[in-house]
């Protein structure tokens, strides 16, 4: 008996997840693979233009059949328009700030080597030992944007149901 009420519930909680899903409009980046990035409507968006070197954050509020419509302002563009998408990498970024602790633990170390009365390491290695995590944490930043270049062998189109 107790068995027939958790299949119960869990089919009841399913369906109200898969139609809750199923009725949202999202963009589709992909790259005619496994591997496909939905970006559901409400989602900040950071891309750039063809012949724009500049990334742009904007909301992505609405979608068409080959239409983006995008910010408060309704700025409509084409899917040709889009020359690549960039998403965050949160664990490079940790990485990174997390690079920040040790190099400033020794070259606060290596600035107050005179006052500290038996130090672990030479004022000289102290702060080149903070400056190379300081380089190492600055080299992260390479690493903290994944892009997805729109290009003949990647399409973008519209996913879902549209909402009435």
Not at 26 to 43: Q, T, W
Not at 55 to 74: E, P, Q
Request: glycine residues 6%; proline residues 3%; hydrophobic residues 45%.
């Amino acid at each position: 008996m107790l068995a027939t009420w958790r299949l119960l519930v869990c089919i009841w909680l399913q369906v109200i997840v898969c139609s809750n899903s199923a009725a949202q409009q999202y963009l589709v980046l992909d790259r005619y693979g496994k591997n496909r990035i939905r970006i559901p409507l409400g989602s900040e968006v950071t891309f750039t233009l063809r012949g724009d070197k500049r990334k742009h954050h904007i909301r992505l509020t609405g979608l068409a059949d080959s239409v983006v419509i995008m910010g408060n302002k309704d700025i409509y563009l084409r899917f040709d328009d889009f020359d690549a998408f960039y998403f965050h990498r949160n664990h490079w970024k940790a990485l990174r700030y997390g690079t920040l602790v040790p190099a400033t633990g020794f070259l606060v170390a290596a600035a107050l080597h005179p006052t500290i009365s038996n130090p672990f390491y030479d004022q000289k290695e102290s702060a080149l030992i903070g400056l190379t995590f300081l380089a190492l944490g600055q080299s992260f930043r390479l690493l903290e944007w994944k892009k997805f270049r729109v290009s003949k062998n990647a399409r973008i189109w519209v996913g879902g149901f549209p909402r009435h």
